[in-house]
């Protein structure tokens, strides 16, 4: 079975300490999605790609967080510093966008704990 | 802008009751796409239903039913006879179809907890 594969899955980490995510999307799918799930905001959209190129990352707060694909097999989320309200998990998922939007595979999560 | 409102934040329901998830939708968009999507204590989302914005025909999938009403920017979802198993947290979704666009806006979650 074809998987989004994202690491780690849990990390727990001390305010200040850089932290990075990482997604193995699924081969062929062309956007990759980052999305944060914490009880209050629910699921929010932070950063999405399509064909490697970013499209949009206006939910993700620009000083301290990063996101990139150095191919076509890696994602990247990266958030430096870190702060205790980053605590949540974070979904990578990819699709394949063919004209239409389709249904998107999400990754187990990577929960994160900053201290 | 795109929402989505999924007004009922916890449900409890006894093994073998019918339950309707409720979806509310809001798009400037003309032709946009519907999703359902189940997540279990495992955590992972898993796909259930896509529909675009021209095919209002009602489905059904086994025990799950899905009834798609433009009129009233709805796309509700029925688990009929549910099981413990059906316990998850549910999201319904929307995406542009703008190709420039494509991300997907997610409700808040219903989470349904189903008892023996």
């Not at chain 1, 699924?26 to 699921?43: E, P």
């Not at chain 1, 994602?75 to 998990?89: G, H, N, Y």
């Not at chain 2, 032709?31 to 989302?45: A, C």
Request: net charge negative; hydrophobic share 35%; charged share 20%.
């Amino acid at each position: 079975d074809a998987r989004v594969t994202q690491t780690p899955r849990h990390k727990v980490t001390e305010m200040g300490q850089e932290v990075t995510m990482r997604c193995q999307p699924i081969l062929g799918h062309n956007t990759v999605f980052w999305y944060r799930q914490t009880m209050m905001q629910g699921l929010e959209l932070l950063a999405y790609f399509r064909n490697r190129a970013p499209l949009d990352d206006s939910g993700m707060p620009k000083d301290r967080f990063s996101a990139e694909m150095p191919d076509a097999t890696l994602a990247t989320l990266k958030i430096q510093p870190s702060e205790p309200r980053d605590s949540a998990v974070y979904f990578c998922a990819s699709g394949l966008r063919a004209g239409v939007p389709g249904e998107l595979f999400f990754g187990e999560g990577s929960r994160l704990t900053v201290l | 802008a795109q929402k989505v409102t999924q007004a009922q934040t916890e449900i409890s329901v006894v093994e073998k009751e019918d339950v309707t998830l409720d979806c509310v939708y809001e798009t400037r968009d003309t032709t946009y796409y519907l999703f359902w999507y189940k997540q279990p204590p495992s955590g992972e989302l898993v796909f259930l239903i896509r529909r675009n914005s021209f095919d209002e025909q009602n489905e059904i999938s086994g025990r799950y039913s899905w009834n798609f009403q433009k009129s009233t920017s709805s796309f509700n979802f029925t688990i009929t006879a549910s099981q413990v198993v059906d316990s998850a947290v549910y999201f319904c979704a929307l995406s542009e179809a703008d190709t420039n666009a494509g991300k997907s806006t997610f409700g808040d979650g219903t989470t349904l907890t189903v008892k023996p």
